[in-house]
């Protein structure tokens, strides 16, 4: 399979796609005209955040020469509370979004990298370390108390969870379900999305009616609340973790709209036995 990679040069042009809709809004995304500086990244943080061990998280330019690998990488940002950013590269842009849209998830995310490297002589990630790092990347939350659409989500009844059931979708009622990207991996990819493109969804046991409040409160409430569920162990492995086409997201992508879309069984699979 070919590596995926994004534009070698800056642009905002696959950002009228829907899934970029609430970075457009809170960072103005599809307004910026270069890349962004470290600086500028630090300026999105919504107030001083520290990280768990009482550092101040800031972006600093990560040398060309240095390449840190995942336990460097989690240990610097812990003991320093720098987050080691690269030059033009999508992957660390959106990741510093994240950060300043999730403070605490990813404050958490981090200090419990940091403790089971600390527990551990191997180099190798435990299941905690595993799920971590698969949600930090491809995770999507999905806020809903409707049972029945998150069945069909688990079952991969694709059709009804996104052609039947499409209305419930990004809809601020109490049977709605509000979709958030997290993963700073499935920004990168939607720049030029692709048939495959999967994510990993978590659900937050609350009303959709969230959708309905202003988006930075949207986000602080969210930030919150993922945080105290991950806190209480929902990453201990990736047993709560499950796919999710980002493609089929009613609004999130506008190749979608046809429900033949859906027809597709490479993508839309169906459980295995």
Not at 11 to 40: L, R
């Given at each position: 399979?070919?590596?995926?990679?994004?534009?070698?040069?800056?642009?905002?042009?696959?950002?009228?796609?829907?899934?970029?809709?609430?970075?457009?809004?809170?960072?103005?995304?599809?307004?910026?005209?270069?890349?962004?500086?470290?600086?500028?990244?630090?300026?999105?943080?919504?107030?001083?955040?520290?990280?768990?061990?009482?550092?101040?998280?800031?972006?600093?330019?990560?040398?060309?020469?240095?390449?840190?690998?995942?336990?460097?990488?989690e240990t610097f940002i812990y003991e320093t509370g720098q987050v080691p950013t690269r030059k033009e590269s999508w992957h660390d842009v959106f990741g510093a979004i994240v950060w300043s849209l999730y403070p605490r998830t990813k404050a958490l995310i981090n200090e419990l990298h940091y403790l089971d490297i600390k527990s551990s002589d191997s180099q190798e990630r435990s299941k905690q370390r595993n799920a971590l790092t698969l949600f930090d990347e491809c995770g999507v939350v999905l806020v809903t108390k409707n049972q029945t659409l998150l069945d069909a989500l688990k079952s991969h009844d694709w059709k009804k969870a996104f052609v039947e059931m499409k209305a419930h979708w990004q809809s601020a009622e109490g049977d709605g379900v509000a979709a958030y990207q997290f993963g700073h991996a499935n920004y990168e990819m939607l720049t030029k999305p692709f048939i495959g493109l999967t994510g990993k969804w978590l659900v937050i046991d609350s009303s959709a009616e969230i959708l309905g409040l202003p988006k930075n409160v949207q986000y602080r409430l969210l930030d919150e609340r993922l945080a105290a569920k991950i806190k209480s162990g929902a990453l201990k492995d990736n047993s709560e973790l499950s796919p999710l086409p980002l493609?089929?997201?009613?609004?999130?992508?506008?190749?979608?709209?046809?429900?033949?879309?859906?027809?597709n069984t490479d993508y839309f699979r169906p459980k295995s036995s």
């Open positions: 399979m070919k590596k995926f990679s994004s534009f070698t040069h800056w642009t905002t042009e696959f950002a009228d796609q829907g899934c970029f809709n609430d970075i457009n809004h809170v960072a103005a995304f599809d307004d910026w005209v270069q890349w962004p500086s470290c600086a500028a990244l630090d300026s999105l943080l919504p107030y001083e955040v520290e990280n768990k061990n009482g550092k101040t998280i800031r972006f600093v330019e990560q040398a060309a020469s240095k390449d840190y690998n995942a336990v460097e990488y493609l089929g997201v009613p609004t999130w992508y506008d190749g979608n709209e046809a429900a033949d879309f859906y027809d």
